[in-house]
């Protein structure tokens, strides 16, 4: 089956803790994006990765971390200097960047004790 | 003004009538729109991309686009109470990397 798999569906973080959460996609894409999102908010993009080995802050970037060193894997940290990471996170992909259409993993919601 | 706008509802509709939804855009250069369902606690999934001003229609759902007013709207025909979900509008602004999501509009879709 091809798709986007995102790992935990469920995180806890002590405060004062980095956590790495997994993104993986079996669909050949070439782009990858982080997204959060907030109860009652739209999607805030985070970071997005157009080729191994390259990516670009979105607009919350802050406190976050990410890598890209195969095709097919886009992990992101959430390093201590986030203030507020408790959110729902979502991965997702497109065949390029621009005006593709974007599919989305299961999520990761994370949060902060 | 933000970027992509849509009402949060919550929109109630009975079973069986057409919902609207609407999204107003800012950017008029932007060149493709989506519209994904989000059940409660769940990724979104697609429903529809439309890049062209009209209608574009698939099974239930009808997409209309007018660029010149910058506004999509999203119709679902014979509304099921497995449609009660939050919508969510996404727009590729100024045609590059940039997808931009409206805040959702929650349906609810009586029995």
């Known amino acids: 089956d091809g798709g986007i798999t995102q790992s935990p569906k469920y995180l806890f973080r002590k405060e004062g803790q980095n956590v790495t959460l997994s993104c993986e996609q079996n669909?050949?894409?070439?782009?990858m994006y982080w997204y959060r999102q907030d109860p009652g908010q739209g999607l805030r993009l985070i970071y997005y990765?157009?080729?191994?080995?390259?990516?670009q802050k979105g607009d919350i970037a802050e406190g976050y971390s990410v890598s890209r060193e195969k095709k097919e894997s886009f992990p992101l940290t959430v390093t201590s200097a986030q203030k507020n990471p408790t959110a729902f996170y979502l991965c997702?992909?497109?065949?390029?960047?621009?005006?593709?259409?974007?599919?989305f993993g299961p999520g990761t919601r994370l949060t902060v004790l | 003004q933000k970027e992509v706008e849509q009402n949060s509802g919550p929109l109630s509709v009975p079973e069986g009538a057409i919902a609207s939804l609407n999204c107003t855009y800012s950017?008029?250069?932007?060149?493709?729109f989506f519209w994904y369902r989000q059940y409660s606690g769940k990724s979104p999934e697609l429903i529809m991309s439309i890049y062209s001003n009209g209608d574009k229609e698939d099974g239930r759902f009808t997409a209309q686009l007018n660029k010149a007013s910058q506004y999509v709207s999203l119709l679902i025909r014979d509304s099921q109470p497995s449609d009660s979900a939050t919508y969510l509008c996404?727009?590729?602004?100024?045609?590059?990397?940039?997808?931009?999501f409206g805040a959702g509009t929650r349906l609810t879709v009586k029995p």
């Open positions: 997702a992909s497109s065949m390029w960047l621009s005006t593709d259409t974007q599919y």
């Open positions: 996404a727009v590729n602004i100024d045609n590059n990397n940039d997808m931009r």
């Open positions: 950017d008029r250069v932007s060149q493709s």
């Open positions: 990765s157009q080729i191994v080995n390259d990516f």
């Open positions: 669909l050949n894409h070439d782009a």
